[in-house]
């Protein structure tokens, strides 16, 4: 028989799938492990029970939240549900008001902000702006084009075929147009057309073939003509997929009628979409063409015009970017998402997206040396954490990709790509999470509990999920204010300590010895399990082996419950560094801990050791040493 050492310092390739227990020649086994469920993985390599999350509101049905950044001082929370828009600061509810997106079109929603205006596009509804006045009064209004001398700059385009001719009665006042086919619909109504650059107003549908307009400018005569064009965004062909702001233009990436095309403001004018002659500050219009279709999903301002569709990236450049200068180039292949909107985030000067096959989150970097941009897939050896995206956004400051799931579960990617770290956890919570987002330097998920959903905010001082703090002046008995926990088994920390779980009736609990302060909440589980010895050592490919020892770093640990291979069992807190539990509340300690264990293990598939732990205590694992013996 053999003794060997193994030490594992650092957790940064996150969970890894089970397909991997082959290759222990990978960098990603050695840093890996095989399960982390409810932990935050540290860019330095520790994991830390991941914080709880804090009640903030219940809101009227499933939906999505947004972020409205004023400045760093000013941000606020925007919910948006079936035909309702909300809006809060600090977690306070400022005010509602209509919206006009069903539940089912929520999801598709893209959006954009400069300044203390929001715009939002759906491709089924008129587009809408969100503005913040003063006096804190807050207003949604459908956009407004440039209109000079009642002429509208907004875009146009012939969806028919180019041979199809429309006839004009007359060159002023109220006149029919006649097609040479069907081409009107009712919803021409209030459209605008140009017949060889002169603007009419429809005003009544007589026919497929005939329309009533209203001559805005002398029409040029009365001969049939091909040169005629229909507004580009209209209840008849649907409206902006995406938007964005990019060297002081306003962008539209694709339409549902037209969803491959992008359209750029005039430079400095961000509602002027007037071609005009061409000039370098006039608006810029033109089509993705390639060998498959190119529906826009999403399109982002870096260090280029970033263009997401549905089959492939896409690269616009131009400096600055002009009618005579702009450039498009396809870069890679992987393609967007088309179920749902989920806008791509910015991470340490790359790119994130959800990959169109729902598996993958792609990483689009611009590299110097190849002049142009790559994607990797941060989920490759942890493919199973990320089916199916919902939402997702980055928290830069604690380096956290968040991502909600169509499971309802929320997965976090540590990321920190100057030292290569792009490690995944799974986070589970006793409901299903439906949206998350970063507003300023907090994170707020819309969750669903039961038949109500609720907004909380992930909280670094809580260690309970839907959870609530309070305090009392005197120690009391009774803690009411849990309206939303009504008919559930709670965890309670007071004076912290935890007590007894306790059913909430009457939106109250009443607890045993009366306390000033406390922490109610819903429990979750944290979970490590290490991957087994690689078949490349010698405590693989076999061999039975033997935990001895394990020495397990701990930081600002207050509880531990720990398998060796007889069970899980409570480590006794004396050995934390705690004298007792009923005097005073667990201690949160820094130390090494030294585990014997007993026992042979034949299963190579199995972990050696196992942490599992639901006490709403802290917990952080730095680092982990194990002693084996090997039957040679």
């Not at 306790?502 to 979970?527: K, M, W």
Request: proline share 5%.
């Amino acid at each position: 028989m053999s003794r060997i050492r193994q030490v594992k310092t650092t957790f940064t390739a996150g969970e890894v799938s089970r397909t991997l227990l082959g290759r222990g020649d990978l960098r990603a086994y050695e840093n890996g492990a095989l399960t982390l469920r409810n932990v935050f993985i540290q860019p330095t390599g520790g994991v830390t029970r991941r914080s709880g999350l804090r009640y903030i509101d219940t809101v009227a049905g499933d939906g999505r939240l947004l972020a409205f950044e004023f400045s760093v001082e000013q941000t606020y929370l925007l919910a948006l549900t079936e035909g309702l828009l909300s809006i809060y600061a600090d977690g306070v509810l400022l005010t509602s008001m209509v919206a006009p997106w069903t539940a089912a079109q929520i999801s598709q929603l893209s959006y954009t902000q400069s300044a203390d205006t929001l715009l939002l596009v759906h491709p089924d509804v008129p587009p809408r702006r969100l503005t913040r006045q003063g006096g804190g009064v807050w207003q949604l209004l459908d956009w407004d084009f440039f209109t000079d001398a009642n002429i509208i700059h907004q875009p146009y385009f012939k969806f028919v075929d180019t041979a199809v001719t429309v006839t004009a009665s007359a060159t002023s006042g109220t006149v029919t147009l006649t097609s040479s086919t069907a081409v009107f619909t009712p919803d021409h109504e209030g459209t605008r057309l140009r017949l060889a650059g002169k603007e009419v107003l429809v005003t009544d549908y007589n026919s497929p073939t005939v329309v009533t307009v209203e001559v805005i400018q002398t029409l040029s005569g009365t001969a049939p003509t091909i040169d005629w064009q229909e507004q580009a965004f209209s209840p008849v062909h649907g409206y902006p997929v995406s938007v964005a702001f990019h060297q002081d233009r306003l962008v539209l990436g694709g339409s549902r009628d037209l969803p491959n095309r992008l359209w750029l403001s005039c430079s400095g004018d961000l509602f002027n979409f007037d071609n005009g002659t061409g000039l370098d500050d006039q608006a810029i219009e033109f089509a993705i063409l390639s060998d498959q279709v190119n529906a826009i999903r999403g399109i982002f301002s870096g260090r280029h015009l970033q263009v997401f569709t549905s089959g492939a990236e896409w690269m616009v450049t131009g400096d600055p970017l002009t009618p005579a200068t702009v450039q498009i180039r396809r870069q890679t292949r992987t393609g967007s998402m088309t179920s749902r909107s989920i806008a791509p985030v910015t991470v340490d000067g790359a790119t994130l997206f959800a990959a169109r096959n729902g598996e993958q989150i792609q990483e689009f970097l611009y590299t110097d040396v190849e002049q142009a941009y790559q994607v990797t897939d941060l989920a490759l050896v942890s493919r199973h954490i990320v089916p199916i995206p919902l939402d997702m956004d980055f928290d830069q400051r604690r380096r956290l990709l968040f991502l909600v799931r169509e499971d309802g579960h929320f997965a976090t990617l540590t990321v920190f790509r100057a030292e290569a770290v792009a490690a995944w956890t799974l986070h589970e919570t006793a409901g299903q999470v439906r949206s998350v987002v970063v507003a300023g330097d907090r994170v707020f998920m819309l969750i669903q509990r039961g038949a109500a959903y609720q907004i909380e905010e992930i909280d670094d001082a809580l260690q309970m999920d839907a959870a609530m703090t309070g305090a009392a002046p005197s120690p009391a008995l009774v803690w009411s204010g849990l309206d939303h926990l009504e008919g559930q088994t709670v965890m309670i920390v007071a004076d912290g300590v935890v007590v007894a779980p306790q059913l909430v009736v009457g939106g109250q609990i009443t607890l045993a010895e009366p306390v000033q302060n406390i922490e109610v909440g819903l429990p979750y589980t944290h979970i490590i399990e290490p991957l087994p010895p690689s078949v490349l050592e010698q405590g693989g490919a076999g061999r039975a082996v033997r935990l001895v020892e394990a020495v397990f770093r701990l930081e600002q640990t207050a509880a531990l419950r720990l398998d060796t291979g007889r069970g899980l069992r409570d480590i006794p807190l004396r050995q934390l560094g705690m004298d007792t539990i009923l005097d005073s509340p667990p201690s949160r300690v820094s130390r090494d801990l030294r585990v014997h264990a007993l026992g042979w293990q034949t299963d190579n598939h199995r972990p050696l050791w196992r942490i599992e732990q639901d006490m709403p205590l802290p917990f952080t694992l730095l680092s982990v040493t194990t002693e084996l013996k090997i039957n040679d």
